[in-house]
């Protein structure tokens, strides 16, 4: 079976992430990809993780102690203020756009944040590192923040970065789609 | 680097194909995927590769005597009369559609054809069997032929095929594009 989004979201990330490396999750929601991160870097990186709702940043931090995991640092605080916290030369930034799963569907991201966040990722980003984004856009605001989203990396400098979108065509339930943002190497 | 659309077509074959398979290289063009495939089902399976071009069948033909392969079938004739020569319960069959890279490029596949080719192959195809098609659309007729594929695709069945479509947003040159189709296990 194809892979969906969610788990080529998982091959992309393992393809670069070393143990050692700084990441960043920037939408902790109940915490899975920042268990999955912690694990990548293991104990000599660092994994900053990001949420607006204390229940994320609770249950994330839950998720995490139950695994043992101590080199997470959770933030509440908007994705947009990634720069504050998180120091330059980051390998990989996690945007899982739309909803925290299982919770409260009203609490969406918004997009003119989340693009500032993805300026924020490149800019912390080391040479091919990656920004990968899962879009889940079932519901309305998820398809204009989609709509958005695509707009403003298309229009990326084919430069700085190479821009990879997937989708499936055939699906009649809107199925979560995958941007991947690749800093070049001769870039800065 | 990310992998361009070519590498990512020879990923998704690879995932799939084993020795003794039957495959299809429906547009053999230079040859190099006709190689490509011969090598992954090995001497115990077999490839059709299908040109409507002389001169394209007459360099695949050279590229498999030099690589001493010899499980390839090389048919003159359009990739639309493929169920004529192919067997039933096929493993893969690849599209490169565009051009023959370095030839005539007046020399187009067209849209109507290859729809009818992808019909005939996906009835061909094993269960978890994929097409895989790459798109070269830097010239006019290959934006059209894109643009239908893309509406062909889109409707084919939920419950029989999974449709992947994956494309750089950022780049200037129209860089191909990749379309895998897979039959769902279920399905017949």
């Known amino acids: 079976m194809l892979q969906n989004a969610l788990h080529q979201s998982k091959s992309y990330l393992k393809e670069i992430i070393q ?35 204390t229940e994320a940043i609770q ?47 009203s609490v969406t991201t918004e997009s003119t944040k989340t693009i500032q966040a993805i300026e924020a990722a490149l800019e912390l980003l080391l040479p091919e590192g990656r920004i990968v984004v899962v879009i889940y856009h079932g519901h309305e605001s998820g398809k204009i923040e989609r709509a958005q989203l695509l707009e403003f990396v298309s229009g990326l400098s084919q430069d700085r970065f190479q821009v990879l979108h997937s989708a ?21």
Chains 1, 2 share one sequence.
Do not use: W
């Open 59 to 105: 249950a994330t931090q839950a998720r995490l102690q139950q695994a043992g995991i101590t080199n997470a640092e959770l933030v509440l605080a908007g994705h947009e203020r990634m720069a504050e916290f998180v120091p330059q030369n980051v390998r990989a930034v996690v945007f899982n756009l739309g909803y925290l799963p299982g919770a409260d569907h």
């Open 19 to 53: 143990p050692g490396d700084v990441v960043v999750d920037a939408t902790a929601g109940n915490g899975h990809d920042t268990l999955f991160l912690a694990k990548l870097v293991s104990e000599s990186g660092r994994v900053f993780a990001f949420d607006i709702q």
């Open 168 to 188: 499936f065509l055939n699906q009649q339930n809107s199925p979560p789609e995958l941007v991947v943002i690749e800093k070049k190497k001769s870039s800065s």
